[in-house]
C-alpha cells in the first residue's frame, strides 16, 4: 500500500513528467489556458459547520470575509470531509488513503507517534517533489514523534518535515489536549531546557492542579471530561507538567498562528508554495482574543467564528497586499462537521438564539449522518476559477489526485490510492463531480452516497455519542436516504428500495476491498 520516498529519489530528475499520465495532462491543461504552478493554500478549520457561515444562509452570525472568498471562487454545497472527526479526516486528505485502513487513526492524543508512515508519499511530498515550498501551521493532530510517545524535550522526529513539510510550527494536537505547547521544527518553541515537558494520558505526573482535585482553579468548566491538568485556568484531556516558558496563551492563539502562516508567505512570495494551515478555531475550549469577546452575541462559539473569519481575512489581505491573490489557489474547509456542546460549560447551546451550526442536516460531528462530515468548501483561483456555486458532489479524499492532476504529478503506483482525480470539479470546470463518495463516523460506521442516495451500513455501536449525544447514524438495520428528497434524513427507505440497498451496500463493499483504488 505505502510507497516510499526512496521511490522518488530513485527517479531521475525530470522522470516524473515524462511518466504516466505527466504529458496528457500537460497538454490538457495548456489547451485549457490554466496557469502555471499556483500557491496553494489548503485552510483547515475545526468542527465548522455548514451552517455557521453567512456564505452558507447563516443571518444570525457575520463572515464577511469567508463571504467575500466565497463571492470571488467556487462555493459547494455537496463536499464532504472522509471522517466526522480531526484525526482522520487530515490522514485521508495529506495520504489520500481512507484512514479507516489504517488501525491508528482514531482522535489521537496529545503525545501519539505520527500516525502518517514516513514511508508514505504524502500531498506535501508531492508538492516538494514539484519544487513547492512546503509548510505546515496550526492545528496538527496527527501526532509526532516514534512510537512510544512523543518526548518533547529533544528534537522530536519524526517530524512534519519528514512527511513534506520544509517548515512546521504547529499545535501537536487539538487545543483541549496537553502539552499546551506549540511545536517548530521539531522543537518545542520556547522550551526552557531546565524545566522538561513530562506528558501522560493514563495518570497524573507532575503536581500541577487539575479540573478534578481542584476544581475552584478553573475559570472554564468541563461539561464532559476534560478534568485533567488545568492550563490558564482551562482543564484540559491529559496530564503535563513543565514547559511553563513554553505553554501558549489561549487568547493569542489565532494572532500566532495567523502571524505564522503570514510569515510563510512573505517570505516565499517570489516561489510557489503550498501552505497547510489548520486554525484551532472554532474547536473546544473556545477562546477569542479579547476584540472578538461579546461581539457576536452567539457566546464564545459564535466568538471564535469571528475570529475565525478574521484570521481568513488575514490572509486575504496578506495575498492581496503582496500581489499574489490572482495565482494562488486557496482552499477553506471544516475537518469535520459541528458541534454544540463540546466538553465545556461555554453557553453554546444557551446563546445558540437561533443560529443553526448544522443547517437543516441530522447529526453533527461524530455521525454518520449528513451534519457529520458535509463541510463548508470554498475554492478560491482567480486567474483560473469562474465564481460560482458548485453543486457537484465532492470528497476530501480526492484533493490528492486532482492537485496531483494540476501539477502534472503522475502518481505513482500505491501513492494515494483511494484517491480519484476530480480537478475538474475542483476548478469549477464540471459540474458532475465523483460518482460516490465514503464517509466514515466514530465508530468506524462507513457510510456511502451515490447520486441521491446515501445509504450507512450496520452497526451495532451506540446510537448516540456517550459524552455529546449527538445521534451517531448507528443502527443494526441498513438505513437508506433519498438525500434530494429528504436531506435531513428523517425517512430510512431501506425496506421499499431493496435493490438499492444491495446495489450500494456491494458498491461499499467494493471499495472496502480495494477495487476502486488506482493501480
Ligand atoms: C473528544 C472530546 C472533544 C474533542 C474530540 C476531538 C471529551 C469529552 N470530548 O473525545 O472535546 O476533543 O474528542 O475533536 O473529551 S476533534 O475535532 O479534534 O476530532
Ligand atoms: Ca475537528
Request: contains cysteine; glycine residues 10%; aromatic residues 8%.
Amino acid at each position: 500500500m505505502r510507497h516510499s520516498e526512496s521511490l522518488l529519489a530513485l527517479l531521475p530528475a525530470g522522470a516524473l513528467l515524462l511518466t504516466g499520465c505527466g504529458n496528457n495532462s500537460r497538454q490538457k491543461k495548456d489547451d485549457e489556458g490554466l496557469p502555471q504552478r499556483p500557491n496553494v493554500i489548503y485552510l483547515i478549520s475545526d468542527d465548522v459547520g455548514i451552517g455557521d457561515l453567512s456564505c452558507y444562509g447563516a443571518t444570525k452570525v457575520q463572515t464577511p470575509n469567508l463571504d467575500r472568498l466565497a463571492g470571488q471562487g467556487l462555493q459547494f454545497t455537496n463536499a464532504y470531509a472522509t471522517s466526522s472527526t480531526s484525526t482522520p479526516s487530515r490522514f485521508g486528505l495529506l495520504t489520500g488513503m481512507y484512514p479507516w485502513r489504517q488501525e491508528n487513526t482514531g482522535i489521537a492524543p496529545g503525545n501519539s507517534e505520527l500516525i502518517i508512515d514516513t514511508a508514505c508519499v504524502t500531498l506535501a511530498d508531492m508538492f516538494r517533489a514539484k519544487g513547492y515550498a512546503t509548510a505546515a501551521v496550526g492545528k496538527w493532530h496527527l501526532g509526532l514523534g516514534p512510537k512510544g510517545g512523543t518526548d518533547f524535550n529533544t528534537e522530536i522526529h519524526p517530524n512534519t518535515q519528514d512527511i513534506g513539510f520544509d517548515y512546521e510550527f504547529i499545535i501537536p494536537a487539538t487545543v483541549d489536549r496537553v502539552p499546551c505547547v506549540f511545536v517548530e521544527n521539531g522543537r518545542v518553541a520556547g522550551l526552557d531546557p531546565a524545566d522538561p515537558i513530562t506528558v501522560s494520558y493514563d495518570h497524573k505526573v507532575g503536581d500541577w492542579p487539575t479540573g478534578e482535585e481542584n476544581p475552584e482553579l478553573v475559570k472554564m468548566k468541563p461539561s464532559q471530561g476534560h478534568n485533567n491538568t488545568i492550563i490558564n485556568g482551562i482543564p484540559r484531556i491529559g496530564w503535563m507538567t513543565g514547559g511553563r516558558a513554553a505553554l501558549w496563551d489561549d487568547e493569542q492563539i489565532a494572532d500566532v498562528i495567523a502571524g505564522k502562516a503570514k510569515d510563510f508567505i512573505v517570505a516565499h512570495k517570489d516561489t510557489p508554495f503550498f501552505l497547510y494551515m489548520g486554525t484551532q478555531d472554532i474547536h473546544v475550549p473556545r477562546v477569542a482574543h479579547p476584540r472578538f469577546v461579546g461581539k457576536s452575541g452567539l457566546g464564545p462559539r459564535g466568538d471564535v467564528i469571528l475570529q475565525l473569519d478574521w484570521t481568513v481575512g488575514e490572509i486575504l489581505n496578506t495575498l492581496d497586499s503582496l500581489g499574489l491573490a490572482d495565482n494562488t489557489l486557496l482552499v477553506f474547509c471544516s475537518d469535520n462537521g459541528p458541534v454544540i456542546d463540546d466538553g465545556y460549560q461555554d453557553q453554546a447551546r444557551e446563546l445558540l438564539n437561533g443560529h443553526t451550526p448544522m443547517k437543516n442536516y441530522r447529526g453533527g460531528k461524530y455521525s454518520a449522518f449528513e451534519a457529520g462530515t458535509r463541510v463548508p468548501f470554498l475554492v478560491r483561483w482567480p486567474a483560473a476559477i469562474k465564481p460560482g456555486k458548485q453543486q457537484a458532489l465532492f470528497s476530501m479524499i480526492d484533493v490528492y489526485a486532482s492537485l496531483a492532476d494540476l501539477l502534472d504529478y503522475p502518481l505513482p503506483e500505491g501513492v494515494a490510492p483511494d484517491s480519484r482525480d476530480q480537478l475538474a470539479t475542483l476548478l469549477g470546470k464540471d459540474g458532475k463531480g465523483c460518482s460516490f463518495v465514503v464517509q466514515q463516523n466514530l465508530d468506524n460506521t462507513l457510510s456511502i452516497v451515490q447520486g441521491d442516495y446515501k445509504y450507512i451500513e450496520p452497526s451495532d455501536k451506540p446510537a448516540l455519542e456517550r459524552w455529546t449525544k449527538t445521534e451517531m447514524g448507528n443502527s443494526p438495520e441498513p438505513q437508506l436516504y433519498n438525500l434530494a428528497q429528504d436531506p435531513s434524513e428523517k425517512d430510512n427507505v431501506a425496506a421499499q428500495h431493496p435493490d438499492k440497498v444491495k446495489e450500494l451496500a456491494g458498491l461499499l463493499q467494493e471499495v472496502k476491498d480495494g477495487k476502486w483504488q488506482r493501480r
